[in-house]
């Protein structure tokens, strides 16, 4: 059965780093890009960040590009958003996607929080 299991929220004050981790299980991890969404109160989910396969290809929101990066461990089954320079509005619930591949679909991890504030 297939998992997703996101971990590092919490919170952290404005300027500050944070790791979020997604530990993936129950499927060929390699073979799969990956994402980072996030969504805050009262907004639609929004795409971070995401990575090619072979970590080879990474594309990244406009709000987020300097500052955060995604990386993936394919022997840890493993995808990672080192997120730097954080600010307020970053303040959201971070989730972890697995991209369709063939006719498999998506697949969405639980999500963790990440508010940023003094």
């Known amino acids: 059965q297939e998992q997703l299991v996101e971990s590092g929220g919490g919170l952290v004050q404005p300027g500050g780093p944070l790791r979020l981790s997604c530990a993936a299980s129950?499927?060929?991890?390699?073979?799969?890009?990956m994402s980072w969404y996030r969504q805050a109160p009262g907004k639609e989910r929004e795409l971070v960040a995401a990575?090619?396969?072979?970590?080879?290809?990474?594309n990244y929101a406009d709000s987020v590009k300097g500052r955060f990066i995604i990386s993936r461990d394919n022997v840890k089954n493993t995808v990672y958003l080192q997120m730097n320079s954080l600010k307020p509005e970053d303040t959201a619930v971070y989730y972890c996607?697995?991209?369709?591949?063939?006719?498999?679909?998506?697949?969405w991890g639980q999500g963790t929080q990440v508010t940023v504030s003094s």
């Open positions: 996607y697995r991209d369709p591949r063939g006719s498999r679909a998506g697949y």
């Open positions: 129950g499927l060929t991890f390699s073979m799969y890009a």
């Open positions: 990575i090619s396969t072979a970590g080879g290809n990474r």
